[in-house]
DNA sequence: CAATATATCCTGTCATTACAGGTCATGCCA
DNA sequence: TGGCATGACCTGTAATGACAGGATATATTG
């Protein structure tokens, strides 16, 4: 029953570990110990599947939920590897400061409102460094969090990668994860800039908030780790759902409150 | 190709959209509209093969996706269910305390150090409203963000309670998600404090910091809907990792840093 | 009537097979 | 020698079948 290769054959389970909890408990004790390195390719899951005498099936379950961990990537055609560890922490706290304020940890969910090929705008083209009305595409998703739209985001990408994304599962996947990992670009620098403003009509729907109400406006700029800017993002946050923020702050350490 | 319950029959995607995400993206959108209400059971996944014209494997692999965001959870011998939205909000910022500052949304894992049973320390038997020596189940992980142990948390839970989580695949899963969605315990209020002090020689080990850095230390007792407590722990936190929090704060809002 | 046994339904797990489509190196051909 | 076709390899998707084990209602038995 055991796999012989994973655990000591003395070893034996009283109540019998599934075949996949057990691959994956093997390859994730060998990532996180360094055995397979970062960017390091896996046995491809035919292989896996004769190494450990079960069913291909039985491997991509294994796999499928490491890819979830956030351990491996896989791209098809190619095989599977091991991901690359905070190779985008800083990114991570950008998007910390977003997600730290609205991410509560449960049913995370992107609706994607519009993707489309545009002619990039003054604003859009100037971050992005093209021509104004040079191509680009603009994914317009409303983030979710426990089924009420808490953010709208509309995201600006160079035409090629914007072309690519179409193949990708938005509304689970995570954008910087899939240009990281599935795109192979890797991530650097990103800008901010900060303000207030009032929902419009088209964010009051979104948002399911009345026109005139408070909105936090986020607009940023993404690097390539070459400095080559990639992707350029206004995101528009319901101001009411700030106030989880505040609570937690007060009680965490010594921030002030800010009036809300 | 397409599955006529489901997209209208004009429309027949360019590039073919695989069947389960289909399905997914028909029970997502069923559910957050409203017309599967929470706790509402879902048809069974032979039922769904069935009315989809589907393999059982392209029904479960939605399912799983769906699971994975929250929607819905399952109970073996029983069925599929509509998850409640919002329920433990409140308790969410609690645990955003802890996830807001950590979670940058990568590579969340932890490592069950131990799992057994104990007589209730006089601390603990106080906080869970229990005999002192009463058995007690005690429940020992670090959370590892990005492969870096980040906190190590001590959970004491009731013994029968504490028991049936050693089924649970508590390296990926939430607790406060498997009691209230395997175990059916609707959560309530969360009571919480928080000091700091020093990594002794167990801490140090675990965290990878050197005995003696500086530890946040957070005490949580959760109870259930009815006010009964239920889960009583320790958490301790990395004092370097608080660090990104007080970075995110100061590009939000005008929180103070704080001496790290 | 109560306790037990049984049948049934459901999810969990796993094997086998098959084909599509992306990737990439090899080798053929112009 | 450069460009293209081919094939090997890999992941993605999907069907079919099977059995285990939990949950539950029904039937059987003491």
Redesign the interface.
């Known amino acids: 029953m055991g796999i012989s290769l994973m655990t000591d054959p003395l070893i034996i389970p009283l109540?019998p570990v599934p075949l996949y909890?057990q691959i994956k408990?093997f390859l994730?004790q060998r990532?996180?110990e360094g055995s397979y390195r970062p960017h390091q390719q896996l046995p491809s899951e035919s292989e896996m599947s004769a190494i450990f005498k079960v069913s291909r099936?039985t491997v991509r379950q294994a796999l499928?939920?490491l890819q979830?961990?956030?351990?491996i990537f896989r791209i098809p055609g190619k095989g599977t590897f091991v991901?690359k560890?905070?190779v985008f922490?800083h990114l991570?706290?950008?998007?910390?400061?977003a997600?730290?304020?609205l991410?509560?940890?449960?049913?995370?969910?992107n609706k994607v409102v519009s993707h489309k090929s545009m002619p990039a705008s003054p604003a859009v083209a100037h971050g992005l460094k093209l021509e104004v009305d040079t191509p680009v595409t603009e994914i317009k998703r409303v983030r979710?969090l426990?089924?009420?739209p808490l953010s709208l985001e509309i995201t600006y990408l160079p035409e090629d990668v914007g072309e690519r994304l179409?193949?990708i599962?938005l509304?689970?996947r995570?954008i910087f994860?899939v240009l990281e990992n599935d795109f192979g670009i890797a991530l650097g620098r990103a800008d901010?800039q900060?303000d207030a403003m009032l929902a419009d009509e088209e964010l009051a729907r979104q948002l399911s908030v009345e026109a005139g109400s408070a909105i936090l406006r986020m607009e940023r700029l993404t690097h390539t780790a070459s400095g080559k800017p990639l992707d350029f993002e206004y995101l528009y946050f319901r101001g009411d759902a700030f106030q989880?923020?505040l609570?937690?702050?007060r009680?965490?350490?010594?921030?002030?409150g800010?009036a809300g």
């Open positions: 109540s909890t408990d994730r990532i996180l099936i499928s939920d979830n961990e956030g351990l991901a560890p905070k922490q991570a706290q950008l998007e910390g400061f997600e730290a304020m991410r509560m940890g449960y049913e995370i969910y979710h426990n089924r009420e179409r193949n599962d509304p689970t995570d994860l901010l900060i989880y923020r609570q937690i702050s009680q965490g350490a010594d921030a002030p800010r």
